[in-house]
């Protein structure tokens, strides 16, 4: 069976200041790992998925995230906030061999103050 | 243009009452999906749909009832609506799975039960 745990609901940062949001990930098969973002009364956006290969990925809005099986871990960072980034973030976990299913986390609530 | 489209966006009603929210998605995807985010954001799947066919049914009680007419829509429909039905619904469609293909959520539903 497949879980997600993100450490802190919430999350503050200064503008210009480096985003970590933290995942860690339990899973019986290799996982493939998501990350989503979700803005105030919208749906949600895929930022970026790790799969197979290189394990450190990029996605959109200058974010990158890094797979460590050893620490079971999928941390999302971006090296400098903006105020735009304040938003929901939800990391997520599914199997493979076709699996439809994705685990969310909880979510982090992340907000980028002047 | 909308990728996926849900209605209504807003859904007042008292216990007891029967309602149904619809989905549309005009992205050709062959997977469509139904979500329930709770107070606490917490996001979890209900159903998953390919190609109008049931194939993700997780423990929802039996006053939720999907239904696919074709593979661009899908509808939920809600029986002897409670207290704790109240939560924001999201309608999502991918090609295929979500490894191959993001999720692509619609702008949600959110449900009240007073």
């Known amino acids: 069976a497949q879980s997600v745990t993100q450490l802190g609901s919430h999350v503050s940062v200064s503008e210009g200041a480096l985003v970590l949001l933290r995942c860690n990930y339990s899973s019986s098969v290799p996982p493939y790992l998501f990350w989503y973002v979700q803005y105030p009364n919208q749906g949600l956006q895929l930022l970026l998925k790790?799969?197979?290969?290189?394990?450190l990925v990029k996605g959109i809005n200058g974010f990158e995230a890094e797979f460590k099986k050893s620490e079971t871990s999928f941390h999302l960072t971006k090296p400098s906030a903006h105020m735009s980034d304040a938003a929901e973030y939800f990391c997520a976990v599914s199997g493979p061999g076709g699996y439809n299913k994705l685990i969310f986390g909880a979510g982090t609530r992340l907000a980028v103050h002047p | 243009d909308t990728a996926v489209s849900q209605t209504p966006k807003y859904l007042v009603t008292q216990m007891g009452n029967d309602k149904s929210i619809k989905c549309e998605q005009n992205l050709g995807h062959d997977t469509m999906y139904w979500y329930k985010q709770d107070s606490k954001k917490f996001l979890k799947i209900m159903f998953s749909?390919?190609?109008?066919?049931?194939?993700i049914n997780e423990t929802v009680p039996n006053r939720f009832s999907p239904k696919s007419p074709d593979k661009a829509h899908l509808n939920l429909h809600i029986n002897s609506l409670e207290l704790g039905d109240s939560a924001v619904y999201f309608c999502?469609?991918?090609?295929?799975?979500?490894?191959?293909?993001?999720?692509?959520f619609g702008n949600g539903t959110r449900l009240t039960v007073t």
């Open positions: 749909y390919n190609n109008k066919e049931l194939i």
């Open positions: 790790y799969t197979t290969g290189a394990t």
């Open positions: 999502a469609s991918s090609q295929g799975t979500p490894f191959n293909s993001p999720l692509h």
